[in-house]
Every structure is written in structure tokens, then in C-alpha cells.
T-cell receptor, first 115, second 113 residues
């Protein structure tokens, strides 16, 4: 148990569907992150939130829309996705982005498949 | 451009044997280097962190080394167990305002009985 919970664990959707991924952390952290993990590629940072404010958008297409209503919850809204968006989406949290030498705690991810 | 390269990409060893995973990086300025273990179907979990002044650090059967001059790190696993089968990811943090992380592509280790 890492303290970071992601739902759903698996998601299959068509290109015209709209769905949302949810992440919740119980660690009292103030920073939350979305990553994309594709086969045989390094983790790709997508979005960063620090104290509920988005501080990083790593050139992510607009079909991915993040939402951070509070420091414990993070959502990733999906619409009109493409087959190449199929991947493992990982959420992580840390104390805050400005503190060095702290680990990021990861959830177990949502395995997303686009038909 | 900041990069982290890991080798080998994959490795198969017999249970009880030792192995060493390599990580080379070009991240500058350097803050710290962390090794994560990612079991299949799970998220990465931190094993150890190395800062600039540290040369070696152990966590049970895992020993990490860091040579900040050559920008290389290694993760040595002693007396491997079946549960060591996982991907091992090297992550380097830069000492800059954004403090963003650069991830390696990982080494996939399989331990066979």
C-alpha cells in the first residue's frame, strides 16, 4: 500500500468516448503528478500540480484535461483519444515540488486501451 | 539535453546469483539519483536515493553506487530472489528551480528458479 490509489485499474474505451481517471492520496502531500508509461519508453511527465495549482503542462494534447479540486485528489479527463494514447497512466504525489531529495509515491496506475 | 541511459535493457539470471544494473546520466546541475523498483502491474517504489556526496548506499540486498565525476550509478543485487523480478528505473533530479525528474528507460530483470 503506497498511499496513492488510482481508479479504475483497467479501462477500455473507444476513440469517441469520454472517461475520467481518478487518483487519491492519503499521505498529506501537496504535489501531485500525472505520468504516461508506454512500453519500452521512459516515464513521460504530463502534468504537475503544487498546492492545487498547475505548475507544469508538458506539451500534452488538449484531449487530456487534468483537474485538481484539492491536494488529495487528481483527475485526468479523457476525450477523443487516439490509439497511440494506449498506455499505463501513473499518478504520483510528493510533499511539494520545491523540496529536493523527497521521493514521489506512485499509484499502481490505470491501464488504458483505446479501440 | 538531460538524459538518463540504463543498461542492459533486460537481464535474466538464476535465483541466488548476483547482478549489477547500470545508469549513466547527463543531467546537470545534479541534485540526486534515485533507483525505483516497479513490479509488474504496480507503480514504481523507491529503493534508495544517492546525493552528490554519497558513493554507496545499501538497502538490504540492494547496494547503489554513485560516481558523480563520471555521472554513473549502479545497482547491485546480491543473492537474487524470485521476487526481485521487476523493472528497475533510474531517476535523476536536477538542481534547478523546477527540480524536475529525468527518467531512464529501465532494466527489466527476470530471476529464474
Amino acid at each position: 500500500e503506497t498511499g496513492v490509489t488510482q481508479t479504475p485499474r483497467h479501462l477500455v474505451m473507444g476513440m469517441t468516448n469520454k472517461k475520467s481517471l481518478k487518483c487519491e492520496q492519503h499521505l498529506g502531500h501537496n504535489a501531485m503528478y500525472w505520468y504516461k508509461q508506454s512500453a519500452k519508453k521512459p516515464l513521460e511527465l504530463m502534468f504537475v500540480y503544487n498546492f492545487k495549482e498547475q505548475t507544469e503542462n508538458n506539451s500534452v494534447p488538449s484531449r487530456f484535461s487534468p483537474e485538481c479540486p484539492n491536494s488529495s485528489h487528481l483527475f485526468l479527463h479523457l476525450h477523443t483519444l487516439q490509439p497511440e494514447d494506449s498506455a499505463l497512466y501513473l499518478c504520483a504525489s510528493s510533499q511539494e515540488t520545491g523540496i529536493r531529495n523527497q521521493p514521489q509515491h506512485f499509484g499502481d496506475g490505470t491501464r488504458l486501451s483505446i479501440l | 539535453k538531460n538524459q538518463v541511459e540504463q543498461s542492459p535493457q533486460s537481464l535474466i539470471i538464476l535465483e541466488g546469483k548476483n547482478c549489477t544494473l547500470q545508469c549513466n546520466y547527463t543531467v546537470s546541475p545534479f541534485s540526486n539519483l534515485r533507483w525505483y523498483k516497479q513490479d509488474t502491474g504496480r507503480g514504481p517504489v523507491s529503493l534508495t536515493i544517492m546525493t552528490f556526496s554519497e558513493n554507496t548506499k545499501s538497502n538490504g540486498r540492494y547496494t547503489a553506487t554513485l560516481d558523480a565525476d563520471t555521472k554513473q550509478s549502479s545497482l547491485h543485487i546480491t543473492a537474487s530472489q524470485l521476487s526481485d523480478s521487476a523493472s528497475y528505473i533510474c531517476v535523476v533530479s536536477g538542481n534547478n528551480a523546477g527540480n524536475m525528474l529525468t527518467f531512464g528507460g529501465g532494466t527489466r530483470l527476470m530471476v529464474k528458479p
